[in-house]
């Protein structure tokens, strides 16, 4: 039953998950954002000039001890560092001498008292800059800053090259990257930037920013950018644009007696325009003229919460002893389904498909007829990625049946228009990118469950089973299985071709099960019943 009762919201700790040795390590930060939402805006930390990167795969690790930045995009979940675009970090008063020695300069120990997390919004005190700091989600692509100067003296920092990973100048990752100072008065600056960015998965995609800085008092100086596209690191303070193919690309507003900063950020995945507009959008309901509406923002994002964690309630014993902290860890649990994968549908239904393209979700689903009955929903009308198939078929896939038809319809139509645009059932999906990580098409079984389920007029199960047989029996085939051939002819894959031969020989066979039974739901039956036949081959390697 969903209501504005923040009970379940009140239990989260976002720090759950955050921190623990190896795979103890959950991959999450607390950074704030809506639900499924794209945008993960919050710190990124370290204790060491070189952080262990498996410790920090969401750019985060509880017991660190210094804060980089502020990012505004990160995996969330996942064990990869990916992402971790537009660091932006209050500083002290820097001069261009200063700015040389580069990123790591304005990293800040903090007060980990004063760090405090709920969904959806994130505070902490930096101890360098003396800057009491304020994130809050208002959108799935849009968010704002306040960072409050203490000693009312200092600056601040963007950074177009910054990683939820340390990776300090490496082109491998900030492939190019540009800046443009659109505006700046003492009251206020606007200003566009893009990254074109290689991750742990990511394997190229463009990210956009657009953002807006306001201040209470005081004025706003100058902007002084620094970049090394001739070689060595240099800063301009002449200069409205700068770009760098070279890994480095940030710069630096000077403050004078400023109290207060309000950053208002949009980003987006397709374009500059589209996250100016993804920003406007996510504020149309409050008067952003009238001074900060940081704290507006911030009860309804709340409120929105609230409402979403709602929607499951769990009854224990009052008398339990540890009943607190078990609500915590059940109510924190269902946080994370909420966080992942993500919409990546933006404003007005438009989103970058597999294929590179630019296609509108919400045009394309009411000509297809997808948009009827229970399944019309906002969440079921979103395309979604970040889909770790071979981590959530079990698991968190079904619980979102469970509670949220509208989340798995919009999911199986999104695993539809990924065939559509790349010809293959997905495996790793990440934004516009097919990463191909880990083995199998395990996530056909949401297709399976979704035709239980009754689904079967609100998506094409008919064109996902074809791809399904494509990749099970044709070589090459995109997104297919390696070895094919022998495989079809033999029923294994040897160890002379793969270095986990009997995993992939186990999950080929469980993926001509998903192949059989969902051929049988569509009344496929030679596809099935040779399928099914297939599915037996785990026994010549048990």
């Given at each position: 039953m969903k209501g504005n009762d923040c009970t379940a919201f009140n239990y989260v700790n976002p720090f759950i998950g955050s921190s623990g040795p190896g795979f103890g390590y959950g991959s999450v930060a607390p950074a704030v954002q809506m639900p499924y939402g794209a945008l993960r805006l919050g710190p990124d930390t370290t204790s060491s000039p070189a952080n262990i990167e498996f410790r920090h795969f969401s750019g985060y690790n509880y017991y660190d001890t210094m804060i980089r930045g502020f990012s505004h995009t990160r995996l969330a979940g996942a064990g990869v560092s990916d992402l971790g675009t537009f660091g932006i970090m209050p500083v002290t008063e820097l001069n261009e001498e200063k700015l040389l020695e580069g990123p790591s300069l304005w990293w800040s120990t903090f007060n980990k008292e004063t760090e405090i997390a709920k969904p959806g919004t994130y505070s902490v005190h930096l101890d360098l800059p003396n800057v009491d700091v304020e994130l809050v989600a208002s959108s799935g692509f849009a968010g704002l800053h306040r960072y409050n100067y203490l000693s009312n003296t200092g600056g601040l920092t963007l950074d177009l090259c910054h990683t939820a990973a340390i990776n300090p100048g490496n082109p491998s990752s900030c492939i190019n990257s540009s800046l443009h100072i659109i505006d700046s008065s003492s009251t206020s600056s606007t200003f566009t930037g893009n990254v074109f960015f290689d991750g742990g998965l990511s394997h190229g995609i463009w990210v956009y920013i657009y953002g807006e800085i306001y201040n209470k008092d005081g004025s706003l100086g100058s902007w002084t950018t620094c970049d090394n596209s001739l070689g060595d690191l240099a800063c301009n303070s002449e200069i409205t644009d700068a770009q760098s193919s070279?890994?480095?690309?940030?710069?630096?507003?000077?403050?004078?007696?400023?109290?207060?900063?309000?950053?208002?950020?949009?980003?987006?995945?397709?374009?500059?325009?589209?996250?100016?507009?993804?920003?406007?959008?996510?504020?149309?309901?409050?008067?952003?003229?009238?001074?900060?509406?940081?704290?507006?923002?911030?009860?309804?994002?709340?409120?929105?919460?609230?409402?979403?964690?709602?929607?499951?309630?769990?009854?224990?014993?009052?008398?339990?002893?540890?009943?607190?902290?078990?609500?915590?860890?059940?109510?924190?649990?269902?946080?994370?389904?909420?966080?992942?994968?993500?919409?990546?549908?933006?404003?007005?239904?438009?989103?970058?498909?597999?294929?590179?393209?630019?296609?509108?979700?919400?045009?394309?689903?009411?000509?297809?007829?997808?948009?009827?009955?229970?399944?019309?929903?906002?969440?079921?009308?979103?395309?979604?990625?970040?889909?770790?198939?071979?981590?959530?078929?079990?698991?968190?896939?079904?619980?979102?049946?469970?509670?949220?038809?509208?989340?798995?319809?919009?999911?199986?139509?999104?695993?539809?228009?990924?065939?559509?645009?790349?010809?293959?059932?997905?495996?790793?999906?990440?934004?516009?990118?097919?990463?191909?990580?880990?083995?199998?098409?395990?996530?056909?079984?949401?297709?399976?469950?979704?035709?239980?389920?009754?689904?079967?007029?609100?998506?094409?199960?008919?064109?996902?089973?074809?791809?399904?047989?494509?990749?099970?029996?044709?070589?090459?085939?995109?997104?297919?299985?390696?070895?094919?051939?022998?495989?079809?002819?033999?029923?294994?894959?040897?160890?002379?071709?793969?270095?986990?031969?009997?995993?992939?020989?186990?999950?080929?066979?469980?993926?001509?099960?998903?192949?059989?039974?969902?051929?049988?739901?569509?009344?496929?039956?030679?596809?099935?019943?040779?399928?099914?036949?297939?599915?037996?081959?785990?026994?010549?390697?048990?």
């Open positions: 070279n890994g480095k690309l940030f710069s630096y507003l000077s403050l004078k007696d400023v109290s207060s900063l309000e950053v208002r950020v949009g980003i987006s995945f397709i374009s500059e325009d589209e996250a100016k507009l993804n920003l406007i959008d996510s504020l149309q309901s409050f008067d952003t003229t009238s001074g900060s509406i940081f704290d507006q923002v911030k009860e309804k994002t709340t409120s929105i919460w609230c409402q979403e964690m709602s929607a499951v309630q769990f009854s224990m014993d009052e008398q339990t002893s540890d009943r607190t902290d078990l609500l915590s860890k059940l109510y924190t649990g269902f946080y994370r389904t909420l966080m992942t994968p993500t919409i990546y549908s933006e404003t007005n239904g438009i989103y970058l498909g597999l294929d590179k393209q630019i296609h509108n979700v919400t045009i394309d689903r009411l000509n297809g007829g997808k948009a009827n009955g229970e399944q019309s929903s906002a969440y079921s009308m979103a395309y979604y990625s970040d889909l770790s198939l071979w981590d959530t078929f079990r698991t968190m896939l079904p619980w979102q049946l469970l509670v949220s038809e509208g989340v798995s319809a919009g999911i199986l139509r999104s695993m539809e228009e990924m065939v559509n645009a790349n010809g293959g059932f997905p495996r790793w999906p990440l934004a516009s990118t097919e990463s191909g990580c880990m083995i199998g098409m395990h996530g056909s079984a949401a297709v399976i469950e979704g035709l239980q389920k009754g689904y079967k007029n609100y998506f094409n199960a008919t064109g996902i089973q074809a791809s399904m047989l494509a990749q099970a029996t044709v070589p090459g085939a995109p997104n297919g299985r390696d070895n094919v051939e022998f495989y079809l002819a033999n029923g294994y894959i040897p160890t002379e071709s793969s270095d986990v031969a009997a995993s992939v020989t186990l999950s080929y066979a469980f993926d001509d099960y998903l192949l059989a039974e969902i051929s049988d739901l569509l009344g496929e039956t030679t596809t099935a019943n040779e399928a099914r036949a297939r599915s037996k081959n785990y026994e010549k390697i048990w």
